[in-house]
């Protein structure tokens, strides 16, 4: 039978890589720039509508878009009882890390949230070093870890204006706690033994009616909407949810937990610089020295590891 799923994956034929190769390092980069300029969607969608509110609503929206894409790829939309009972623990976790994360957005800038949210392969590396064998923190891995967050630091220094709010930040926190635990229920729960489509299938299936329910407390639903805040729906239904995370998912498939999340560093500076680019925020030297330092601590975080 011919493998019909939009990306080969590692129980499907493709092998699991010891380190981030040639295509897997290209691939992380582009994802890191799609999700810098979901951090800008967001912050921007959000003045139509209610953050969590609107979390719900991409879950949902993602559901359909997921579901119309296995009905015409011919993928069976089948669980085991396995998987069943982590599918439900992990829409709920991104129910919440997406919670926090839009709401993070609303309260305080996309500068300050980039640095905590994507601070999550700090988290991820952890506790992959205390649950996967083959994911051990080295002395150099660690390092590269530090480096990498002092360039997010140093580029986003001085962007803690008005807009910021402790309650912001510690929704931030939350999202990037959120996020490692997702990431690794998909790697070393029974889930991994499902095609990434239907990982995240449960991901917005449950999220999806957890986050409209909760939006009930956070306010009104609806904002002053306009065509630009319903393009921004529809961008993080097809485009981020539906496409992006299925990517994602199957990246992390077949790379190292710890050296797919190290490049998601990348997304805070070109954060930055799409900010400049389209909301026209400042930008100092502080972000080509970012950029040196975050390089530097990817190359050593994804360093093949001596026998």
């Not at 878009?65 to 992990?90: D, F, H, M």
């Not at 800038?109 to 649950?131: C, D, E, K, N, Q």
């Not at 790697?187 to 990434?196: D, F, I, M, Q, T």
Request: aromatic content about 12%; proline content about 5%.
């Amino acid at each position: 039978m011919v493998d019909t799923a939009p990306f080969p994956i590692a129980h499907a034929g493709m092998d699991k890589k010891s380190n981030i190769d040639l295509f897997g390092a290209a691939a992380l980069t582009g994802f890191a720039l799609l999700l810098a300029f979901n951090q800008v969607v967001i912050k921007v969608t959000n003045g139509g509508i209610q953050p969590v509110f609107f979390a719900g609503i991409r879950s949902v929206g993602a559901v359909f878009c997921l579901w119309l894409w296995l009905k015409w790829r011919g993928i069976p939309l089948q669980y085991s009882r396995e998987t069943a009972g982590w599918g439900v623990i992990t829409g709920v976790i991104f129910g919440f890390e997406f919670l926090c994360l839009f709401m993070a957005l609303d309260l305080t800038t996309v500068g300050r949230t980039g640095v905590i949210f994507y601070s999550m392969p700090v988290w991820l590396a952890l506790i992959a070093h205390f649950t996967l064998p083959d994911d051990r923190l080295t002395p150099i891995k660690s390092l590269g870890l530090v480096l990498a967050v002092a360039g997010v630091a140093w580029a986003l220094l001085d962007r803690d204006g008005g807009e910021a709010s402790v309650w912001g930040d510690l929704a931030a926190l939350g999202a990037a706690l959120g996020w490692a635990i997702t990431a690794m229920l998909a790697k070393a729960s029974p889930l991994r033994k499902e095609r990434p489509e239907m990982q995240l299938f449960w991901q917005v299936l449950i999220s999806g009616p957890v986050l409209i329910v909760a939006s009930l407390f956070f306010g009104d639903l609806i904002r002053d909407l306009q065509p630009i805040h319903i393009a921004g729906l529809i961008f993080q239904i097809v485009v981020v949810v539906t496409a992006g995370f299925v990517f994602w998912l199957w990246l992390l498939s077949i790379y190292p937990a710890s050296g797919v999340a190290s490049f998601s560093f990348l997304s805070p500076v070109l954060a930055v610089f799409l900010g400049w680019l389209m909301l026209g925020e400042e930008v100092g030297s502080s972000l080509i020295v970012a950029l040196v330092l975050v390089a530097i601590g990817i190359v050593l975080i994804n360093r093949p590891s001596k026998a």
